[in-house]
């Protein structure tokens, strides 16, 4: 293949004060000579004849063709295939690169093939065996079907094999474990089923393996262990299960480990303590077996620990300060305990702070560093006044703790409504109903109902509460690789359904984590809860396209209580673009009413672009099942009272949810 200069390097050089010496100019002289001869050289080569027959027959299948800057008069190792562009740039697509240097220069062999974000439709087509110098082999993001073949053991040449984003199924072929010169391999987010061939513990010169939403499960093989060579492993949303393997603890190579929303039983293997290499650990929703973060002792170099979920007991080390790459921190809804650290506050690059729903006492420290301005404590028993930083941060969660508030102590709007006894017209009830207009403005419904404006600028750590303390409502969660994220999805697009006011789904409300819709001061007694969604994000799957493939999961508690898990919108409306109601049987006893929606680590995360995923909401209401004695009436001013906060609630001892089927 012809050598490229990297166009980046140019405007460096254009910047020179001073010319370059004349060796430099004689080897660059040298240099452009040999390359120009190479490429001379490949033009005046042809594609072996099968090969050329064996990609025409893949073309015709995927009802693709070549693009103008390769197959130049019918030759395919010509024009961009041997000159050097660039083989991702987009308008290179579909594109191949060749090998011209066999029989003295006078045959072309293909060495890689890429069929990427086309949404074409086929099978792993048997004519690529026919590519027998085939090393790169990318078709993601398109809508392939079928098994993967069991011959694909016979393409011994690949390095790098992705085919992720697509509808594949059936087993993971055990022939696969044949590639021995892998270095990466991707199927996540496919619809495979079964388990993990043990045979793919051959691989051992791999070191990327993409397993996320793949659709296997059961426990990692054994055989695992050789790939010690492993650098990246993403395998979340898969049901696998078991513990986690103690055997990762020797892949001292790895520097990204993602197992989130699968199966595991805890506890996290203590022989994690030897990742020293680990920049990104995300493990979340383990089951039965707690764990402490004594296995982090050694790991210096994080830049990104999230630990959700996953039944972390104990305190945080009292050296957390020495993890000075860490930026962000995740260890909420576990079961920490102790009080905060004041160095975990004044760390020189931790930007975001997750320490929701766990057991942390006392108050929050005096000073905090200017760069650390995304702060999640909510749901812990946390005490005292707060200090003057609180002031000047946008993103601060303190809800349900345990803070005082007085004419001499510093406030945030609403907050003191939203501590654990809820205070707020607490004995004293004004309301028996509310309804909320999610991520949108104020709307009545076709059932006469006025779904009140809830679009305030919901962050990563965020709670609202009205002005009239009627309602609130809370998110707490960061979208994982996404750029610019928006907690809200709003469409043109007509949604359908029985009995639903189409123009409340043109905005809906999306958390990456939990987001919380509290009812306050209600009139205690058995209330009826009505939620509404329609999937907003996602194609129809009948349009057979890779950003069809996505899928929502996400759990819902009402007064603490699961009322329903791995809630699915598209699959329990039929498609997308199409309402769902769900409606509840609740009792309030203690004045407030909590409805809260948990990303659980559960659907894909990716799609149709990095970060969509976690729980979508378009409307709810929530109403008494007696005549109230209260008038309902709030303040004449509406608003919001808007800060930063989220999580979950002390839901008291009797309360009773009951799912009504509808």
């Keep these: 293949m012809a050598i490229r200069f990297p166009s980046r390097l140019l405007p460096m050089n254009l910047r020179m004060k001073q010319p370059p010496s004349l060796s430099v100019f004689l080897f660059c002289l040298c240099f452009l000579g040999s390359s120009w001869f190479q490429v001379s050289k490949a033009q005046n080569a042809t594609t072996d004849p099968s090969e050329v027959r064996a990609l025409n027959s893949i073309f015709s299948q995927w009802d693709t063709q070549a693009v103008a800057l390769w197959n130049i008069s019918g030759e395919p190792c010509s024009g961009s295939a041997i000159n050097g562009t660039e083989f991702e740039s987009p308008p290179n697509n579909p594109a191949i690169i060749c090998d011209c240097t066999y029989d003295s220069g006078t045959t072309c062999h293909i060495t890689q093939l890429r069929v990427y974000a086309l949404n074409k439709r086929g099978v792993f087509a048997e004519e690529l065996l026919a590519l027998r110098y085939l090393t790169f082999l990318k078709i993601d993001q398109n809508y392939f079907t079928g098994p993967l073949p069991a011959w694909i053991g016979n393409m011994t040449a690949l390095t790098l094999l992705s085919i992720a984003h697509n509808a594949f199924s059936g087993p993971i072929p055990k022939e696969l474990g044949n590639l021995k010169d892998l270095n990466m391999l991707s199927f996540g987010i496919n619809n495979f089923s079964g388990t993990l061939p043990p045979e793919l513990g051959n691989l051992v010169k791999l070191q990327q393996l993409y397993i996320n939403s793949c659709g296997l499960g059961g426990e990692i093989p054994s055989t695992f262990a050789n790939l010690r060579n492993m650098q990246v492993l993403w395998a979340s949303d898969s049901p696998f299960s078991g513990r986690i393997p103690d055997f990762i603890g020797n892949w001292t190579k790895i520097n990204s480990l993602r197992f989130q929303g699968n199966s595991f039983r805890g506890p996290i293997p203590t022989s994690f303590s030897q990742l020293t290499a680990l920049n990104s650990l995300r493990i979340s929703d383990i089951y039965n077996v707690s764990s402490s973060l004594d296995f982090i002792k050694n790991l210096k170099n994080l830049t990104d620990l999230a630990l959700r979920n996953a039944l972390i ?255 699915d919108i598209s699959k329990e409306a039929g498609g997308v673009l199409r309402a769902v109601v769900k409606t509840f049987s609740v009792n309030v006893s203690e004045n407030y009413l909590e409805i809260h929606l948990f990303w659980a680590g559960k659907g894909t995360c990716c799609t149709p672009d990095q970060g969509h995923y976690g729980p979508l909401i378009a409307a709810v209401h929530a109403a008494s099942d007696f005549t109230p004695t209260v008038s309902g009436v709030p303040p004449t001013t509406l608003g919001m009272k808007s800060r930063t906060g989220l999580m979950g609630i002390l839901v008291p001892v009797g309360v009773l949810v009951l799912l009504v089927i509808i």
């Design 313 to 567: 007991t104990g305190s945080i080390p009292s050296d957390i300060g020495e993890y000075q790459s860490l930026q962000i921190l995740d260890l909420s809804f576990n079961n920490l305990t102790g009080q905060l650290p004041g160095g975990l506050f004044n760390m020189s690059s931790l930007t975001y702070l997750f320490l929701g729903n766990n057991s942390f006492q006392g108050a929050l420290p005096s000073q905090k560093s200017d760069i650390l301005h995304t702060i999640d404590l909510s749901y812990n028993y946390l005490s005292g006044s707060l200090p003057p930083w609180v002031t000047s941060i946008s993103q601060l969660n303190l809800v349900v703790n345990n803070f005082t508030f007085d004419s001499s102590n510093i406030n945030l709007p609403g907050l003191n409504c939203l501590q654990r006894n809820f205070p707020c017209n607490r004995n004293t009830p004004k309301y028996a109903k509310f309804s909320i207009n999610c991520g949108g403005l104020e709307l009545r419904g076709s059932d006469d109902i006025l779904y009140e404006t809830e679009d305030s600028a919901i962050g990563p750590a965020t709670f609202n509460v009205t002005s009239s303390e009627k309602w609130a409502v809370s998110n707490v969660g960061l979208f994982a690789d996404r750029k610019n994220p928006s907690f809200v999805v709003n469409t043109l697009a007509q949604v359908t359904g029985t009995d639903v006011t189409p123009e409340l789904f043109q905005t809906s409300r999306l958390s990456p984590g939990s987001l919380r819709y509290y009812g306050l001061g209600l009139e205690n007694g058995p209330y009826t809860v009505k939620l509404q969604f329609a999937e907003t994000v996602y194609d129809d799957r009948a349009l057979q396209t890779w950003q069809s493939l996505g899928r929502r999961m996400f759990d819902i508690y009402i007064q603490g209580n699961l009322v329903l898990k791995d809630f």
